[in-house]
T-cell receptor, first 112, second 113 residues
Framework: DSGVTQTPKHLITATGQRVTLRCSPR?????VYWYQQSLDQGLQFLIQ???????AKGNILERFSAQQFPDLHSELNLSSLELGDSALYFC???????????FGEGSRLTVL | DAKTTQPNSMESNEEEPVHLPCNHS???????IHWYRQLPSQGPEYVIH???SNVNNRMASLAIAEDRKSSTLILHRATLRDAAVYYC??????????????FGKGTKLSVKP
């Protein structure tokens, strides 16, 4: 158990819909990272937050957005969903910006 | 971002040592070498990291070449539980993209009983 909690574990929805994935980082960790893992693309870095502020952006689509709240939990919002958005979405946290990353078990999104 | 090159796959026998190579010829002075692994159906987990000197921990050892253009992750006695995809990642601890881990394809390690 990494201490990072992601909900929901599984989600099935239809194209065009919007979903929210939630991440609770380990206690004391200020940095949160989001990754997408699909079969053909591997692990893709989406976005990083540090203590509520966006610190880095990766290959995140404009249809996707994220935020980190004052209690340090984070949400990843995916809208206008397409079939290709079906993937595992991982959240990770670390104490600072260079510490070891601890990954959650992921949220598996299926878009039908 | 500086890139790493790893073999797509490797095989090992149980209880034998495994040496997983990684080439990173464009490494910069502020890049740390990180290794993570991803077991089937799980999120990645940290294995080890280093800058210049060889490093040991309870999971593995990291041997870094003197010119830092390559490194080797060493699992001293492979177990079936070590079957996973191993990622070698360069992480800039001081640059503008500090903190980000950019994953490549990794090496899929199979362990035979």
């Amino acid at each position: 158990d990494s201490g990072v909690t992601q909900t929901p574990k599984h989600l099935i929805t239809a194209t065009g819909q919007r979903v929210t994935l939630r991440c609770s980082p380990r206690s004391g960790d200020l940095s949160v990272y989001w990754y997408q893992q699909s079969l053909d693309q591997g692990l893709q870095f989406l976005i990083q937050y540090y203590n509520g502020e966006e610190r880095a952006k990766g290959n995140i689509l404009e249809r996707f957005s994220a935020q980190q709240f004052p209690d340090l939990h984070s949400e990843l919002n995916l809208s206008s969903l397409e079939l290709g958005d079906s993937a595992l979405y991982f959240c990770a946290s670390s104490v600072g910006q260079t510490g070891e990353l601890f990954f959650g078990e992921g949220s598996r999104l299926t878009v039908l | 971002d500086a890139k790493t090159t790893q073999p797509n796959s490797m095989e090992s026998n149980e209880e034998e040592p495994v040496h997983l190579p990684c080439n990173h010829s464009t490494i910069s002075g502020t890049d740390y070498i990180h290794w993570y692994r991803q077991l089937p159906s799980q999120g990645p987990e940290y294995v080890i990291h280093g800058l210049t000197s060889n490093v040991n921990n309870r999971m593995a050892s990291l041997a870094i070449a003197e010119d830092r253009k390559s490194s080797t992750l060493i699992l001293h006695r492979a177990t079936l539980r070590d079957a996973a995809v191993y990622y070698c990642i360069l992480r800039d601890h001081y640059g503008g993209s500090q903190g980000n881990l950019i994953f490549g394809k990794g090496t899929k390690l199979s362990v035979k009983p």
